[in-house]
Each structure stands twice: as structure tokens, then as C-alpha cells.
């Protein structure tokens, strides 16, 4: 009988990046380096305790006879860890399909689009928060005070180029994080990455602290409803050959905008899409308030003794959970309980 395999999961599986974003979920180097942080599920792009590759392999030798049929590599950003092929390649050889989320400069990198060919990866994610360079960049600096918009746009370029020269079968997207910032220029961001020939577009809420030191310059309000519809209808309406996140996808960015925390009935944590930290440690969602409640209750698990199929068993799972802590952290995570129908999609599809 075959595995029913229906877990999506969200590994950042290094802290490292050649971005300083300074909304970064992970934090900011910078502050770290001052003060490291020591609650749980607090990410920090210092790499203090993240996993080897042994301890990686080792659970991962694992994941064939697990419930995991999707795996999305994030990070930090995982393209710059020499290991980064051993580990696409052990994802492959347990049937699991792999997306690789990426802020797209090691793209340029003809070896690294080479691995992702080799190493079966069947979806590129990019992030990319504006047509406008000075826009994208002033809250995406690069580490190296170099690179930037136009290195991430090369880079996507670079991977289309491959892909319609029939070098490398992969689905590319790009991500657009929506900030109070890059709101006028979502639409032209959108038809932007069609012009580059993504496959698929997802726009993202900003989900920062209220008590975020950029909360008030970049977190969606209230008044930016009116501009955030349209903005979002103008998408869905223009016809691009992008497959875009269903269709009440807007409405659940808007609603979350309108109101920060809500319930939300049968919902993927837990049972749909898990999330797994640098360190190895596992949460049942990757929303902020769902992780402090799980590390309040002490209920948190990790992959450094574990197997897959513990974790992950190959068996239907319940129909979600009600669960009190949707945010905006959350509507950005359900694409990727879809991920498959996106990828799947003809450009314009809802």
C-alpha cells in the first residue's frame, strides 16, 4: 500500500545570509551580535547551534517511509552552504518534492543552477519586493554593499534562461513581501515577474512585532485596505501568465490586516505544514504566536533524536485545528498548502 504522504514542511535549514533584510524573521545580525537571543523558536542568523550535515543525513535517511511529501529549503538562505547539494540530492532519493526559497543571487552561479538540475529540485522561489530597485533595496541591503535588485533579478533571469533552453525543468516564482513601502508598487511587481517568465507569484503580508522598532513605518493598517484591494484585484484580474494563490487569498491578507489576531477553523498547524528551525527543533507551525505557545506548554520536539516517520507518520491526519493565533505570519503560509495546484497552474489561474 502506498504512503499517504500529505506534510508539507518549512525548514530553515541555515541561519547564515548574504542579506541583511532588516524585517528579517530571523532578526538582524547586528542586534544579535549584541545581544544573542535564548527564548525559543527565536531565530538568529548566527549560526550557534545549527544542525552539521551528519545529524541532517541522519534524519533525513529517514524521510522515505515518512508523511512528508513536500519540503520547502529556506534559511537564511541556503544556497550558500557548500552542503547545500547533499542534502537536495537526499530529499530526491525519499521521493520528496523539494522547493528551494531563495533570495536569488547565488542564481547567477552556473554551478548552482547546474545542482538544481541534478539534485531534481522542481520549484524555485524567489524573493523579490519591488520593480523599483531603490524600493527593494532599502530594506534588503546586501552584506557586501554590492549586490542587490540587480543581482536577484540577473540571477532569476539567469535560471528562465536555463530553463526555456531545456537545461533545467523547474517551476520559478517570486515572492513580494507587502509593506507599507512596496503597496504602490505591488501590480507593476507582479507584471514584472511575468516579464522575467515566473511561473507563479505570491504577494506576502509584512509580519512584524508590535513592539518591531519598523512596525510603524512598514506594517499594513487599516487605511491601506482600500489601496491593498485594489492592488491585490488589479493582480488577479490583469491576466498575467503567473499562477497565482487562490482565490480567497486576498481576502484572507486583507482580513488579517484588518484584524491581527483571530481564529481560524481547521487550520494547517500541525496536521498540514510544520516547521523546522537551524537547530533541528520542530514547531507545528511556523507562526510566531503558535510557537510561544507551544514553547510555553514545553511541547516543542527536534530532529536530533528523532526519525521522519516519528515525526511525520505516513498516515491521514485529522482535518486541522481551531486554532486562536492567525495572523499575518499564517495567511502568508497557506500557498504553501497549495503549493502543488500553483505549480501546477496555467498562468492566470486562481
Known amino acids: 500500500m502506498p504512503l499517504h504522504r500529505d506534510v508539507s514542511v518549512l525548514w530553515a535549514l541555515r541561519s547564515p545570509c548574504n542579506l541583511g533584510c532588516t524585517y528579517c524573521y530571523f532578526g538582524t545580525l547586528e542586534d544579535h551580535r549584541v545581544a544573542l537571543p535564548t527564548q ?4 538568529s542568523h548566527l549560526p550557534h547551534n545549527d544542525l552539521n550535515l551528519a545529524d541532517i543525513t541522519r534524519f533525513l535517511s529517514t524521510a522515505a517511509d515518512s508523511g512528508i511529501s513536500r519540503v520547502f529549503v529556506a534559511g537564511g538562505e541556503p544556497l550558500i552552504w ?6 537536495l540530492q537526499t530529499l530526491h532519493q525519499a521521493g520528496i518534492a523539494v522547493t528551494v526559497c531563495t533570495n536569488g543571487m547565488p542564481l547567477n552561479r552556473p554551478n548552482i543552477r ?3 538540475r541534478d539534485t531534481g529540485v522542481d520549484a524555485v522561489s524567489v524573493s523579490l519586493d519591488s520593480v523599483d530597485p531603490t524600493a527593494n533595496d532599502a530594506y534588503r541591503p546586501s552584506r557586501n554593499h554590492k549586490d542587490g535588485w540587480h543581482s536577484v533579478v540577473s540571477g532569476i ?11 533545467i525543468m523547474v517551476r520559478i516564482g517570486v515572492y513580494t513581501v507587502i509593506s507599507r513601502h512596496t503597496l504602490a508598487t505591488l501590480p507593476a511587481t507582479a507584471a514584472f515577474a511575468a516579464e522575467l517568465g515566473a511561473d507563479y507569484f505570491v504577494p506576502q503580508p509584512i509580519s512584524l512585532a508590535l513592539d518591531h522598532e519598523l512596525h510603524s513605518q512598514l506594517s499594513l493598517r487599516q487605511s491601506d485596505i482600500p ?3 485594489a492592488a491585490l484585484d488589479t493582480i488577479y484580474d490583469a491576466g498575467h501568465p503567473l499562477a497565482l494563490p487562490e482565490q480567497r487569498y486576498p481576502g484572507q491578507i486583507v482580513s488579517t490586516v484588518r484584524q491581527h489576531l483571530q481564529t481560524v477553523h481547521g487550520c494547517f498547524g500541525g496536521h498540514r505544514l510544520a516547521f523546522i528551525e537551524p537547530d533541528g527543533s520542530v514547531w ?3 507562526s510566531q504566536y503558535r510557537i510561544a505557545n507551544t514553547a510555553a506548554r514545553g511541547t516543542q520536539r527536534s530532529i536530533r533524536d528523532t526519525t521522519a516517520a516519528q515525526l511525520f507518520p505516513a498516515e491521514p491526519a485529522d482535518g486541522g485545528c481551531d486554532c486562536p493565533f492567525y495572523s499575518r505570519d499564517c495567511v502568508s503560509m497557506w500557498p504553501l498548502t497549495d503549493f502543488d495546484r500553483l505549480i501546477a497552474s496555467t498562468g492566470g489561474d486562481r
Open 157 to 167: 533571469r539567469a535560471l528562465t534562461g536555463d530553463r526555456d533552453a531545456a537545461r
Open 40 to 43: 525559543p523558536g527565536q531565530l
Open 82 to 87: 557548500p552542503a547545500i547539494g547533499a542534502v
Open 284 to 286: 507545528d507551525c511556523p
Open 114 to 116: 547546474e545542482m538544481l
Open 227 to 229: 489601496v491593498l484591494a
